[in-house]
T-cell receptor, first 111, second 113 residues
Framework: NAGVTQTPKFRVLKTGQSMTLLCAQD?????MYWYRQDPGMGLRLIHY???????AKGEVPDGYNVSRLKKQNFLLGLESAAPSQTSVYFC??????????FGQGTRLTVV | GENVEQHPSTLSVQEGDSAVIKCTYS??????FPWYKQELGKRPQLIID?????GEKKDQRIAVTLNKTAKHFSLHITETQPEDSAVYFC????????????FGAGTQVVVTP
């Protein structure tokens, strides 16, 4: 039972490049989330999903897209990376009104 | 949607003293209130949670209290130890928020020996 796994753990992108972050959970959770965490700041919700095939915007969705084609996977895409997207990205999953389990984080640097 | 405010942003305490962090929420339909601890360079992990049908919950040196009328909840850490130094986050969730799970801004707790 791996819990929540994020791929990759680290990545350096050039401005304008695109990439996809993968989040996979093996707990059969309905809800999945993508957050970003900047130094000294809290966890800001980017997008979330309440079930397979559904997605919704969080607090800071601009510049990101997501997809949830399978219940266990939640993908976060950056179409044209910008230095302002340099951050640590956390994925999380949970059942309805239960605790959220977090992945180990992805450290992304855009140069 | 739900809005969670957390105070203070930083908290320095001497080892052995108590620490209290407070959060307020806006959505009266929220019914689940977890607290997470994040150590430097690691993922947030749940330390305690409370549901709206309970006013207080304890787990060893950690306790959480909930005041539904005032829409606020608090984390209490007694007999603090250096290993309690971390960032603590609160969150609120409920059916009306449709799965949205937003955190407070976090509290940096520093326990000095």
């Amino acid at each position: 039972n791996a819990g929540v796994t994020q791929t990759p753990k680290f990545r350096v992108l050039k401005t304008g490049q695109s990439m996809t972050l993968l989040c996979a959970q093996d707990m059969n959770h309905e809800y999945m989330y993508w957050y970003r965490q900047d130094p000294g700041m809290g966890l800001r919700l980017i997008h979330y999903s309440v079930g397979e095939g559904t997605t919704a915007k969080g607090e800071v969705p601009d510049g990101y897209n997501v997809s949830r084609l399978k219940k266990q996977n939640f993908l976060l895409g950056l179409e044209s990376a910008a230095p302002s997207q340099t951050s640590v990205y956390f994925c999380a999953s949970r059942r309805v009104t239960t605790e959220a389990f977090f992945g180990q984080g992805t450290r992304l640097t855009v140069v | 949607g739900e809005n969670v405010e957390q105070h203070p942003s930083t908290l320095s305490v001497q080892e052995g003293d108590s620490a209290v962090i407070k959060c307020t929420y806006s959505d009266s339909a929220s019914n689940y209130f977890p607290w997470y601890k994040q150590e430097l360079g690691k993922r947030p992990q749940l330390i305690i949670d409370i549901r709206s049908n309970v006013g207080e919950k304890k787990d060893q040196r950690i306790a959480v209290t909930l005041n539904k009328t005032a829409k606020h909840f608090s984390l209490h850490i007694t007999e603090t130890q250096p290993e309690d130094s971390a960032v603590y986050f609160c969150a609120a969730a409920g059916a009306d928020s449709w799965g949205k799970f937003q955190f407070g801004a976090g509290t940096q707790v520093v326990v000095t020996p």
